[in-house]
């Protein structure tokens, strides 16, 4: 078994858009999970700086060699995040995707989560996925996929540098 495209939308993800195609007024504006895969015949090359925005003049590039010992070959999924509905509700999946696409476009934004997508050439044809949720479920729902991940895979997506954890009530 694998994490994929496939098995992502048989689980109820949709979306399944280039960066470059997405249309932001699209993606729904409630809380979910969504996870960036790479597209049909992507070729690994690595950028030796991110084109990631530099958020409060931090440079969010790292050293290729720390690059290729994240890379999962075999691997579609490069990367699994959640958007929360926030403390006043207004959040969701459609403000967390513009951050994560603006700063993927250089803009200094506060998404430093899967910022080693932004050090691939062409990061702007990788896919991203989302799954909408209800807030209550978000964070178990992002642990358990990352959980299945590692199943699979035996480490975290390639831009995944923490494992989001379970909430223990």
């Keep these: 078994m694998k994490m994929d495209r496939q098995m992502l939308a048989d689980d109820?993800?949709?979306?399944?858009?280039s960066f470059r195609e997405l249309e932001i007024h699209k993606v729904p504006q409630v809380p979910g999970i969504y996870a960036v895969l790479k597209p049909e015949g992507f070729k690994r090359l690595f950028l030796a700086t991110s084109v990631g925005g530099q958020f409060k003049k931090r440079d969010p590039s790292i050293l290729l060699?720390?690059?290729?010992?994240?890379?999962?070959?075999d691997?579609?999924?490069?990367?699994?995040?959640?958007?929360g509905a926030g403390t006043a509700g207004t959040r969701?999946?459609?403000?967390?995707?513009?951050?994560?696409a603006d700063f993927g476009r250089g803009k200094?934004?506060?998404?430093?989560?899967?910022?080693?997508?932004?050090?691939?050439?062409?990061?702007?044809s990788l896919v991203i996925a989302w799954?909408?949720?209800?807030?209550a479920e978000v964070d178990s729902a992002e642990a358990g996929y990352?959980?299945?991940?590692?199943?699979?895979?035996?480490?975290?997506?390639?831009?995944?540098?923490v494992q989001?954890?379970?909430n223990v009530a």
């Design 131 to 135: 799954k909408e949720l209800e807030a």
């Design 65 to 73: 060699p720390s690059l290729e010992s994240h890379w999962i070959d």
């Design 92 to 100: 969701g999946l459609r403000k967390r995707l513009q951050e994560f």
């Design 75 to 83: 691997a579609e999924v490069l990367y699994i995040g959640k958007a």
């Design 108 to 124: 200094p934004v506060g998404h430093w989560g899967g910022r080693l997508l932004w050090q691939l050439a062409d990061s702007q």
């Design 146 to 161: 990352q959980a299945e991940f590692i199943s699979l895979y035996g480490r975290l997506p390639f831009a995944n540098l």
């Design 12 to 17: 109820g993800f949709r979306g399944f858009l």
């Design 164 to 166: 989001a954890r379970f």
